[in-house]
């Protein structure tokens, strides 16, 4: 690999938040259920700052926004999550996520 | 080859099941129906349900199923919207040439679709309306499929 092409993580990491499409946009996040029901949306457009970088990072700051984001999730764990439709866990990276969805255990079938 | 849908409306098992029985090499078909249950003063069932995903996330599913038995065929059909008592909720329908790989599918689909599609049921009983919650045992039959290191497909 060239010099000029090396690149320190922290510097990666942030060329790629910046770069992916849509980032002007903001993220948009879709809730189920009774997520939904708490929060009392079914979708919203929102842009964290730069320091919510995984999922867990942006349940902690949507909690902050307000009683009903902090009602939703009282207890995190029981939250489950999906980045551009597929399932992920609180510790995923949200760098390049187009659409976060939140949403109680699955009960179809 | 696979046939997924969502919809209100209701679906005809035994056209589906027609439908997959075509063929020459099709020696059994298993078909799964899930039904809304009336019991404990249930009046009816509403089904949400995360457009796009659902699809996307039964279709994994599918390809799974596909890559460890020999399918000739899998419909899966999953209704959203408010149900009653009686009402058909799923079906899944696997075709093979012999009947131990059609069961093996629809039982791992069936289990998959309960813990993974993204799907949340809420229930009316008497006036009161609450979320059904998600069961342990539905979790603990899910992970039966999972492969062990090195294990050979079934």
Redesign the interface.
């Known amino acids: 690999m060239l010099e000029s092409q090396k690149h320190d993580p922290e510097k990666l990491q942030t060329f790629r938040t910046r770069s992916c499409p849509g980032d002007e946009a903001g993220m948009k996040i879709l809730y189920f259920a009774w997520v939904r029901e708490r929060i009392g949306k079914t979708e919203e457009t929102v842009e964290p700052p730069a320091d919510v970088r995984t999922v867990g990072d942006l349940v902690a700051w949507l909690s902050g926004r307000g009683e009903e984001y902090a009602y939703a999730f009282e207890n995190p764990r029981v939250v489950r999550a999906a980045i551009d439709r597929a399932h992920v866990k609180p510790d995923a990276p949200l760098a390049g996520a187009r659409e976060v969805a939140f949403f109680p255990p699955m009960t179809g079938g | 080859m696979a046939t997924i849908r969502l919809q209100r409306e209701d679906f005809d098992v035994a056209a589906e099941q027609r439908r997959l029985a075509q063929g020459a090499v099709v020696g059994a078909v298993v078909t799964f129906t899930?039904i809304c249950r009336g019991d404990g003063g249930l009046v009816a069932m509403t089904?949400?349900?995360?457009p796009?995903?659902?699809e996307?996330?039964i279709a994994r599913h599918v390809a799974e199923a596909e890559a460890r038995w020999a399918l000739r065929g899998v419909t899966v059909i999953?209704r959203h919207g408010r149900l009653v008592p009686g009402d058909n909720?799923?079906l899944v329908a696997t075709a093979a040439a012999h009947r131990g790989d059609a069961f093996a599918a629809a039982e791992f689909l069936?289990d998959y679709?309960?813990?993974?599609?993204?799907?949340?049921?809420?229930e009316e009983r008497a006036g009161a309306a609450a979320?059904?919650?998600?069961r342990r045992e539905?979790d603990a039959a899910a992970a039966r499929w999972t492969k062990r290191p090195g294990e050979a497909a079934e």
């Open positions: 899930g089904l949400e349900h995360y796009g995903m659902a996307e996330e999953h909720i799923v069936m679709l309960k813990t993974s599609a993204p799907f949340w049921k809420r979320w059904v919650e998600a539905d």
